[in-house]
């Protein structure tokens, strides 16, 4: 079974890289909307400045910065403050814990720009990720493009594995689940949303440990199409002990089985049977 799911991604994944090269003229060339991109944090004191550093060098028009602190424990909303209390380009919002999908909600609520771009504290983005990832919404019925995941801090054995998993199985496999818009995963590093649609659908919720996921699928039952863009690449910091990987882990596969019996409805219904399959190997 491992072996045929293998080939039969491959297969998947050439195919679609081919009809991306067909289709590029279909795509945006220069697109002008504007982005909101929030960032939600929890104690992220060490790695949020190089974050948002990298954000404001994005080689995209019109973007904005939505920082919204997730009541940390460490200095994260202070050190934040001192640096971009008064940017432009960054607006800063403090409010008390309640997990991720709350602060992106928060952001989400605070932007009034027709799309969004969420990504996780410790992530970087290359200059043109935004860029890259905009070019997909070319169609009305695109509300979501998934980016490509690199590990940015390689520097074991643990760390060199995962850089090698996030290529050949995590974002190969994206690329193959766009050919069938069976992606049940719009990754919480890099993922540009309508705003407008995720409000439709209920915004991110709290009853699951993968808020990404459970966001992704009710997407897809709404009836639109989630796309990926292997050139918008994200550098996120992996788990570089077996005790992190191990509660990474978890939490992942734990919260997708919780996304797909959340919405075990999808089983049963025809319209949605692809999705079932999907979501199945990503766990």
């Not at 999908?101 to 935004?130: E, P, R, W």
């Amino acid at each position: 079974m491992a072996i045929f799911r293998t080939v039969m991604i491959a297969y998947l994944a050439i195919r679609q890289k081919r009809k991306n090269r067909k289709e590029q003229s279909e795509l945006i060339s220069d697109p002008q909307e504007k982005v909101s991109i929030i960032i939600p944090a929890y104690n992220e004191e060490v790695t949020v400045l190089a974050t948002i550093k990298s954000l404001l060098h994005l080689d995209y028009p019109a973007y904005e910065l939505i920082f919204v602190d997730d009541g940390s424990k460490d200095k994260t909303f202070e050190i934040v403050s001192k640096v971009y209390g008064d940017h432009p380009k960054v607006r800063l919002f403090t409010k008390p814990n309640g997990g991720k999908a709350s602060a992106l909600n928060y952001g989400i609520q605070q932007s009034d720009a027709a799309f969004v771009l969420c990504i996780d504290a410790d992530t970087q983005l290359k200059t043109d990720a935004l860029r890259m990832l905009m070019k997909y919404f070319n169609k009305d019925q695109v509300a979501a493009v998934a980016g490509s995941v690199k590990v940015g801090n390689v520097h074991n054995m643990l760390t060199h594995w995962q850089a090698i998993e996030y290529i050949t199985s995590q974002n190969m496999d994206r690329r193959a689940f766009d050919l069938l818009n069976m992606i049940s995963v719009v990754p919480g590093a890099i993922g540009a949303f309508r705003r407008s649609v995720i409000l439709e659908v209920g915004g991110f919720t709290t009853d699951t440990l993968a808020e990404d996921c459970d966001l992704t699928m009710r997407i897809l039952k709404a009836g639109y199409t989630v796309r990926n863009s292997a050139e918008a690449v994200a550098f996120t910091e992996a788990p570089d002990t077996v005790k992190m990987l191990f509660k990474q882990r978890f939490r992942w596969s734990f919260g997708v089985l919780q996304s797909f019996w959340k919405n075990k409805n999808t089983l049963l219904n025809p319209d949605t049977d692809i999705l079932v399959w999907s979501v199945c190997p990503i766990s």
